[in-house]
């Protein structure tokens, strides 16, 4: 941007502009989702989609508010993919549905619409269905399920029962039933190194996706979409209080790679923490925010009584960021003191 001469004038930074891009970042990781557990994770973002914009529209028109500016932005489209990469691929289409429907109608337009919500539509809607259905929400597919797309669809519609062969739990929720199985007799080293669940790195096939999500990411990064302050930040808390436990018995505790590039840690660095409306925005507030919030997250993971707890920590992040805004508010221009 050319500041030499007036007039002075930002680059388009529309919504549905900061939007779009959003979603192209989320490809990556799609294009590995579907190559590692099948292209069923498709129907899903399409169910989440088509349930998303049929919410909006109805909440639009009851709150007797012009339908085409808000249904094109892209925010419900946003909230909707977040929903069906979060929920697992083989969920039964009534959950999906159910989630997205919360997300809109309560989490969002219930506070006003857009730019109104104070928590994250996306996490609301993960946090609410996995309190109300933990089964369904737990069972994940193997990577090395051989079961074609027709199959895969006639599970997620309720025409083929649910085999609980074919799902299991994620490598989070595997590593921490084996340790308290195990009581002791066996280290984090000896269950990491069954390379059926856990593959290479965080579990056999997540490697990839998570990667996928850190390349759109530092993509959105590139492009001025996303600030560095939070995501940094939220990788920062994972990693120093996995680090530092892993260093002190790293026989009950796994290594910080591991939490890394397993469960929604990158998903939620890139593209949760980041939300400019249920987050904090200022520099100094979104360091805060992402680091209790990464930190927060490894806690209930491994200390608590959920797989994987970034949504969790989100949400209660969510209410903590008005008042990190307050005290992080950079001193007016032209005073030396703030206070003043």
Known sequence: MDFSTPPYLLNNASVQRVMLQVLAALLPGIGAYVWIFGPIVLVQIALATATALAAEAAMLRLREKPLAPFLT????????????????????????????????VIAKHLYGGLGQNPFNPAMIAFAVCIVSFPALMSQWPPAALDLGFAEQARIVFGLAPRVDAIVGATPLDALKTGLKLEEGRVGVSQLL????????????????????????????????????????????????LAGGLWLYDPAQFADPLFHLFSGGAMLGAWFIVTDPVSGC????????????????????????????????????????????????QPAIFGMKDKSR
């Open 73 to 104: 932005d892209g925010s419900a489209v946003v909230t909707a993919w977040l929903i069906a990469l979060a929920f697992p691929p083989l969920a039964p289409w009534w959950l999906i549905v159910t989630g997205t429907l919360f997300a809109v």
């Open 193 to 240: 190194d069954n390379r059926e669940v856990f593959g290479a790195v965080a579990g056999r096939g997540w490697e990839w996706v998570t990667a996928g999500y850190l390349l759109g990411g530092l993509w959105l990064w590139r492009r001025g979409v996303v600030s560095w302050h939070a995501p940094l930040a939220f990788l920062a808390g994972l990693s120093l």
């Open 281 to 328: 925005t200022t520099p100094k507030g979104k360091l805060i925010f992402g680091f209790s919030a990464g930190a927060l997250a490894y806690v209930i993971r491994v200390f608590g009584g959920y797989p994987d707890g970034v949504a969790f920590a989100v949400l209660l992040l969510n209410l903590c960021a008005p008042l990190i805004d307050v005290y992080t």
